[in-house]
């Protein structure tokens, strides 16, 4: 900071000395009677600038030392302007930190689910090669390419998590016709297990986005189809309150511990239920959860061990103006 900019900073001081010393000159002169002692006059008028100088030349070693001593947390500022200035930055850098903070945890969950992603879909390539070295059973063969497009749709829809508002549109879907759906995807394994299925319901409006809610749902059934042992039941049904809507999903499997239950909803947490299976990446209900809240839902789940699974899929019946507007306008 050199001295000529930083009297650019200092004119106030500057024209409050010079007004200063005209009234005091036009005092003396009133007073004088037109016998001015210009001598004198002369005198106060070098006095004054002397010490306006040397305020001026203070104060600027105050504000190079301040300048110099920026980077340390102990300098002090030298106006209200300074000191609020101080207060602003130290808040955009302890925002900055945070920010930074996030960036890298989620960097690290990208990592960690990269990672894992990689390790689950050697599994299902493996039994490909091992059923391509052998008689090729056409049952055993969809499942791995099943598992295969689950593990890449696990993939696609965690990258898309970050853009997601870019990707979606909320409109009136049947959420019990995107279960009859998926519920026909995966018939082959209803059958190889010969666990039934129970609809009891015709319907369920709801307002999601339809491929979003279709990924949602299907992690849930296929939750459901993976710890049911084979001979057991699924349920899917419909429960309506003044508040909500909800899709009820229940299984008769394994079920799960209640230690663990509260944690089931947690990025990459198997549990005893994921060291049993070792087929469980503990990403599905996380991603299914993650989608549910930004679309505005949310999912519930009870359990006991060894008798019931029961995941709740919430809808709020808080109308969207959007889609209120587009039923009028039809």
Not at 200 to 227: C, G, H, R
Not at 296 to 315: A, K, P, R, W
């Amino acid at each position: 900071m050199t001295f000529l900019r930083y009297l650019a900073y200092e004119k106030s001081y500057m024209y409050l000395y010079l007004v200063g010393f005209l009234i005091s000159a036009a005092v003396f002169f009133a007073d004088s009677q037109g016998d001015w002692a210009w001598g004198t006059f002369f005198y106060a008028f070098t006095l004054s600038s002397m010490l306006l100088l040397g305020f001026l030349i203070f104060r600027y070693q105050q504000y190079v030392r301040v300048i110099r001593h920026m980077k340390s947390e102990d300098y002090e500022s030298l106006s209200l302007e300074g000191e609020f200035a101080q207060l602003y930055i130290e808040e955009l850098r302890k925002q900055h930190i945070h920010e930074m903070n996030r960036v890298q945890e989620r960097q690290q969950e990208h990592y960690d689910f990269i990672v894992s992603w990689f390790h689950e879909i050697k599994t299902p390539i493996a039994v490909l090669r091992l059923l391509q070295q052998t008689d090729m059973d056409a049952d055993s063969l969809r499942e791995e390419i099943a598992k295969i497009e689950n593990y890449v749709d696990q993939a696609l829809y965690y990258a898309k998590l970050d853009s997601f508002n870019q990707d979606y549109a909320i409109q009136n879907c049947d959420g019990i016709q995107i279960s009859k759906e998926i519920v026909k995807a995966h018939s082959k394994t209803f059958f190889s297990k010969k666990i039934r299925i129970s609809l009891q319901a015709e319907t369920l409006v709801v307002q999601s986005d339809p491929k979003w809610l279709l990924f949602i749902v299907n992690q849930l059934i296929t939750n459901s189809l993976k710890y049911t042992e084979n001979g057991g039941e699924i349920t899917i049904s419909t429960c309506e309150t003044p508040q909500e809507k909800q899709l009820l999903i229940r299984d008769n499997g394994i079920g799960i511990s209640q230690k663990d239950l509260p944690r089931i909803f947690n990025r990459g947490f198997t549990g005893e239920t994921g060291r049993t299976f070792a087929l469980s990446t503990g990403m599905g209900l996380y991603l299914a959860q993650q989608l549910s809240n930004k679309l505005g839902h949310y999912i519930t789940c009870t359990s006991e061990v060894g008798v019931y699974t029961q995941c709740i899929l919430h809808f709020p019946k808080d109308e969207d103006p959007y889609v209120y507007l587009q039923q009028r306008t039809q």
